[in-house]
């Protein structure tokens, strides 16, 4: 197996952390990414930095510079990115109407743009080489998108969006794109939920508020019943990473709980999918 580069973000706990350890036990040259690497995240930061084959950087990904600065930093060492993993995200619960523009645009910055950001800087070197896997981490909400969840919904809806075109856009120029679609875990991100910024509208929704309580606690009786392992999101990673080029699945669920609703309802869209391409001219890009 050929030892790879590996740009991971949001590296600092959960999925990040435990993918960063996984990827770099098999002998790949991990970039482990993570913000405040001097600050909040200091402890983390020097953790992951004792770990074989693991150089963690700095970087924001809301911020250009900082982002073309990992990137550089990268490519001034190893020569190529050969894998990037889009992990880090942010979520939001609650009425959606509490959502300020502001809150969408924080969202979508961290959830869409960010990893728009750093394919975009990482594409040219993998095109170059006619090789190189983009794998984005995505949710089982980027699939339906629930009531409670709409802002989050629609931010992975749209980084899906992204990824199902690309997917077929550059899989003729030697470069993957996949989609990795969890359920609920018990990661740190749980814990760190945002909610809507205008609370003057939520007694609006009391006749409904019976149904938000009922989803949180659908959520929390699946993770004790089930006990869904964090680790199961890094080792779809490591297969993604381990399978031949142009190999690769579009969308890989990993979702114990109701995997199989997001399976089926993957596998419908890919029917239909194919009809589209057909209809517009581009069959040949299925093969």
Known sequence: MSKKVVLITGTNSGFGWLTANSVAALGHK???????TNG????????????????VLDLALTDET???NAIDTIIATEGSI?????????????????ATTDDVQRIFDVNVTAPWRLMKLALPFMRKQ?????????????????????????????????SEGLHYELRPLGVDVAIIQPGAFPTEMSQKVQFGSDTSVVDSYEVIA????????????????V???PQDVADAVVNLINLPKGQRPLRTVVDP???????????????EYAKVLTAFGMKELLA
């Open 66 to 68: 900082s982002v073309k």
């Open 82 to 98: 050969d894998v990037l993993v889009n992990n880090a995200g942010i979520s939001m619960f609650g009425v959606a109407e509490s």
């Open 227 to 229: 006990k869904p392992n």
């Open 30 to 36: 991990v970039y482990a990414t993570m913000r405040d």
């Open 130 to 162: 006619s090789e190189g896997l983009i794998i984005n981490v995505s949710s089982g909400w980027g699939r339906f998108s629930a009531p409670f969840s709409v802002v989050y919904g629609a931010s992975k809806f749209a980084l899906e969006g992204l």
């Open 257 to 271: 709980s109701t995997g199989e609703i997001v399976e089926a309802a993957n596998e419908a869209v890919k029917v």
């Open 210 to 225: 019976d149904f938000q309580n009922k989803m949180g606690s659908a959520i929390v009786q699946m993770l004790e019943t």
């Open 40 to 55: 909040k995240n200091a402890d983390k930061a020097r953790a992951l930095s004792q770990v074989e084959n693991v150089t």
